[in-house]
């Protein structure tokens, strides 16, 4: 599906910054397949389980330059089956034929695609030395015509833009400080005719590559119905990730002595940074949530083990990777506090465990346990079950 040598040199030539612009012509040898795991994502997102109204999409619906909110409201709720194309559900259901629809965290609602994503595309710049400690997002754009919503824009991180048609897309750039108009607090604009002159332009057949340097200005012109999926790795921010683990100390601080809660909150939250900071709890925090980022595969938490069922051995082991502390297990976005034992020399990506390996090695019922819980979290998945 992916030419991976290819993939793999970019990622060690250009990362961890990718500054220059780059365009492989067929970089997704089978734009059809990754497609249609895109949509299964999508059927996923917008299908609602039990009528829980709370488990939604991150999903945006654009109509030219405006965020639509009625539309986005009636796509999120609005299960798309794939008995028809997606173009063609987007204006069944808007009644309207010129919606954008943008949907973010798109690894979370489908397992192989999870799987995929990770194994072919994160795998590679974890391997190259692309700092991944703050994520990645995938995404996707849907649209049947018409330009970027946003207009000539930049974006703060690199984008990787993997084409996936069936129409062709072209894409406009501006190298350096090409564009002086925008130079005047102005980051953007959506009257992009004049510009296109002095742009750099592409032409994407599904299956091409697009790398878009941070602070790129461009714009994007879909020939006709398309998507496109789309990789987001967000830079280090070493401050930031220290800040998190600190607000995490003081949420459980917090949660634990709740009478400390009453008085000045300004003081009691002062008090909660200097107790976080007192000992090593900031350094656990920031080390549990790279393990648990990690056993994402750095992407968005999943959704899916929650809507599978448990149909019992055999069962595949996830491909995303399970990480194994003290006596601790991530994976999936999940902490279980349990001892591995014996399982833990089971749980190589994509096995398969049947049965009678699962017997002989759960031999306790804390083991036993351990095995429901690694079913529950979905690190072994039933031969045959959809996410």
Not at 90 to 107: E, H, P, W
Not at 135 to 164: K, R
Not at 206 to 235: E, K, Q
Not at 267 to 292: P, S
């Amino acid at each position: 599906m992916l030419d991976e040598g290819t993939w793999r040199k970019l990622c060690e030539r250009d990362g961890p910054h990718f500054a220059e612009r780059v365009h492989i012509p067929g970089l997704i040898r089978e734009p059809d397949v990754l497609a249609e795991l895109v949509l299964g994502a999508l059927r996923a997102a917008t299908t609602r389980v039990d009528g829980d109204d709370t488990d939604l999409p991150a999903m945006r619906a654009f109509r030219d330059t405006c965020l639509d909110y009625d539309a986005s409201e009636k796509l999120v709720s609005g299960a798309f089956s794939g008995r028809s194309a997606v173009h063609s559900w987007l204006s069944a259901r808007t009644g309207k034929d010129d919606i954008c629809l943008a949907i973010n965290g798109l690894d979370s609602w489908d397992a192989e695609l999870a799987e995929l994503l990770y194994t072919g595309f994160v795998l590679p710049l974890e391997s190259a030395g692309v700092p991944l400690t703050r994520g990645v997002d995938w995404y996707c754009f849907v649209a049947s015509s018409g330009t970027t919503p946003f207009g000539v824009h930049t974006d703060p991180e690199p984008s990787f833009i993997f084409h996936l048609g069936p129409a062709a897309k072209t894409a406009w750039t501006w190298p350096g400080l090409s564009l002086p108009a925008l130079g005047q607090g102005r980051p953007h604009t959506l009257d992009a005719e004049p510009l296109l002159p002095s742009a750099d332009s592409v032409r994407l057949a599904p299956g091409d590559f697009l790398l878009i340097p941070a602070g790129m200005y461009h714009l994007f012109r879909n020939d006709g119905p398309s998507l496109f999926l789309g990789l987001t790795v967000y830079p280090e921010d070493p401050g930031q990730t220290a800040t998190d683990a600190l607000f995490h100390q003081m949420r459980l601080r917090n949660a634990q002595h709740p009478e400390q809660a009453d008085g000045d909150p300004v003081a009691g939250a002062i008090d909660a940074f200097r107790d976080a900071l007192g000992d090593d709890g900031v350094e656990r925090a920031v080390r549990r949530q790279a393990m648990l980022r990690r056993s994402c595969g750095y992407g968005s938490p999943p959704r899916f083990p929650g809507r599978t069922s448990d149909q019992g051995p055999p069962y595949t082991v996830t491909r995303l990777p399970v990480v194994i502390a003290d006596h601790s297990v991530f994976a999936l976005g999940r902490e279980l506090s349990v001892d591995l034992g014996e399982l833990a020399r089971l749980l190589k990506p994509g096995a398969l465990v049947g049965a009678d390996e699962l017997r002989d090695a759960a031999t306790t019922p804390e083991l036993r346990a351990a095995v429901r819980a690694l079913v529950r979290v979905g690190v072994l998945r039933s031969v045959g079950t959809q996410s």
